[in-house]
């Protein structure tokens, strides 16, 4: 994506923020390639990625295995810094070392496993640990924890010992510790990836929760039904960025998703079956709602 | 009488017996495995299927009640574990816990060196391991184990199972975090190495589409016990049971479901896009 010429961003968005009047996306990746360097050899992983993330956008990265997906995850709060090209937060370069805070403070990231990711042996505590750090007053985060629990819904769950958590409700801890960073952008790296059908919905429901609070969410996934909920999909192939779209017009080349390793949601696979055979029947439905609006509609305007 | 390949008998078990912290994970599970077969096993996180997988290959002794392996009770000290493990192919959830070797390639050797085996041979069973699980083996096994993505580490922890040659495969999430093509490609191979050595595949998965398409039958393990039981298409046409149980419904049951709410007379049970997609253009036909 590129731009010139400075214009406002729509309002509402840029309250508060640094750049209130310029068109600086809260993530610009600009020409990005890294390697990773192992006992004397290179290994690409990125290759001259550029993409910007404007404040508030629901953003799916999918790609195959190896593809990069959690490289540029890593370098979108300075885990890891380009050999190539730049990363910018929010305005800060990641590179410099001196908003090395603020740029973790604004991007929070979330891993698959919940288990490497708890420290403390009380929930409450778990959550309070991030505001703690950053030595806020007691009551802002007494606040921040209240909002960050009540928010993944495990307010109930505060006096308990993570440990004893099921696995949904652990990666909803992580998550809670996260917001209560109150960070603009939460990066989700596989984070659904070992859940029950139950606790992915759970973290599903939250995202959306959050996305509806004007919260920008980067969700890195295998599973193409959960892709297909987010606003936008930028699909990985061997270190480069093959496509930026809509998920509506992702997931049409199912061809395309062949070669790079990945498949229609099921329920899209389910829609262009019966566009092939059914007069009139959209193909590019995303969603088991969808698919079940567009047969109960088509058979209505037929019988 | 012909014994059963693999049976558990009123197994329970119990983490950090007699401390405070004490939680019980198995109450009393039975399950028959026959050869040649691909038992799935469904349930919410917590509910015990990792610890029936581990005790399946004597990982986990039994503390009360029986496994068998081939007529071989594993709760017999006299029983050969080492051949048990050799026969008996577990896959962790986290491979993590399985991979530890520097390189690759010396991580899928790890188990047919120990069996003794010749180096052509050890060779010969790393590349195929190696290339059955999607990872071009020239370009992976001098790979470090350290700087490979989620899913080449999977793929590298259940080739390490495959290099052992085992009878039964017992596999916690073999599909999770693999990209879709490499997930189908894995549903394709367990089903052809199902057929090809006539092994049997003990699977837990939270995919319900791996299972509808791969299970012969499923196992519902709900806090230690087995809670339902059936084909794939007895389970899945249960979708508000399962639901009620934190679990979910294949993608094209759940449309089928959702239809029928609404007043449509279709069948429940559909498993896959293919057979939905057949049923509900015969709608559209009469």
């Known amino acids: 994506m590129s731009y010139s010429a400075p214009r406002p961003r729509p309002g509402g968005f840029c309250i508060g923020r640094k750049n209130a009047q310029a068109v600086e996306p809260l993530i610009r990746v600009e020409g990005v390639s890294f390697a990773y360097e192992v006992g004397g050899r290179s290994i690409p992983a990125l290759w001259d990625v550029s993409l910007s993330v404007q404040a508030g956008e629901y953003l799916a990265l999918i790609g195959a295995n190896g593809s990069g997906k959690s490289t540029l995850a890593r370098h979108l709060n300075a885990l890891l810094l380009p050999d190539k090209g730049r990363v910018w937060i929010d305005g800060w370069n990641t590179c410099d070392q001196r908003h090395r805070w603020d740029i973790r403070r604004t991007v929070g990231m979330v891993f698959q496993n919940p288990d490497t990711q708890l420290v403390a042996t009380v929930v409450e505590e778990e959550v309070a640990f991030g505001p703690e750090n950053l030595g806020l007053p007691r009551e802002e985060i007494r606040r921040r924890v209240e909002d960050a629990l009540a928010t993944v819904e495990l307010a109930t769950e505060r006096d308990r010992n993570p440990q004893f958590l099921s696995a949904g409700q652990k990666q909803r801890l992580v998550l809670a510790g996260v917001l209560a960073l109150e960070p603009e952008c939460i990066v989700l790296d596989e984070a659904t990836a070992l859940l029950d059908p139950a606790g992915r919905a759970a973290v599903l429901r939250v995202l959306d929760t959050l996305h509806a609070q004007g919260r920008t969410i980067v969700l890195i996934t295998h599973i193409m039904d959960e892709a297909a909920r987010a606003d936008r999909v930028v699909v990985l192939e061997e270190g480069r960025v093959a496509m930026d779209a809509p998920p509506r017009r992702v997931f049409r080349r199912g061809d395309d998703l062949r070669r790079w390793g990945l498949t229609l949601p099921s329920a899209t696979a389910l829609a262009q079956a019966l566009s092939r055979d059914v007069e009139g029947f959209p193909a590019d439905l995303l969603t088991v709602e969808e698919v079940v609006e567009a047969v109960y509609g088509r058979l209505r305007e037929v019988v | ?286």
């Open chain 2, 1 to 286: 009488m012909i014994v059963p390949l693999i049976q558990v008998k009123d197994l329970h078990h119990t983490y950090l017996r007699g401390t405070p912290m004490e939680t019980v994970s198995l109450r009393g599970v039975d399950l028959v495995i026959e050869r040649g077969e691909i038992v799935g096993l469904i349930g919410p996180t917590g509910s015990g299927k990792s610890t029936l997988l581990q005790h399946l290959n004597g990982l986990l002794r039994p503390q009360q009640g029986e496994v068998w392996v081939e007529g071989q009770s594993l709760g017999d000290p006299r029983t050969d574990l080492r051949r048990v493990r050799q026969r008996v192919g577990l896959l962790f959830q986290n491979p993590e816990d399985q991979l530890f070797e520097r390189y690759a390639g010396d991580d899928v050797a790890f188990g047919p060196r120990n069996l003794g085996l010749d180096r052509n041979e050890v060779r010969e069973r790393v590349r195929r391991a190696m290339e059955a699980v999607g990872l071009d083996s020239m370009a992976f096994k001098d790979r470090l184990t350290a700087t490979l993505s989620h899913g080449e580490r999977r793929r590298l922890a259940l080739a390490g199972v495959l290099a052992l040659e085992p009878d039964v495969l017992a596999l916690d999430e073999p599909t999770a975090g693999l990209d879709p093509q490499g997930r189908e490609e894995l549903l394709d191979y367990l089903m052809r190495w199902r057929t090809e050595r006539g092994g049997a595949i003990v699977l837990a998965s939270h995919t319900m589409e791996d299972l509808a398409r791969l299970a012969d039958r499923a196992r519902v393990l709900v806090a230690g016990r087995i809670v339902l039981e059936g084909t794939p298409r007895q389970l899945f046409s249960q979708g508000e049971e399962l639901a009620r149980l934190g679990l979910g419904v294949p993608v094209a049951t759940a449309v089928m479901g959702e239809l029928r709410k609404r007043g449509l007379l279709l069948r429940t049970d559909c498993l896959t896009v293919e057979e939905a997609a057949a049923e509900i253009k015969a709608l559209f036909d009469d």
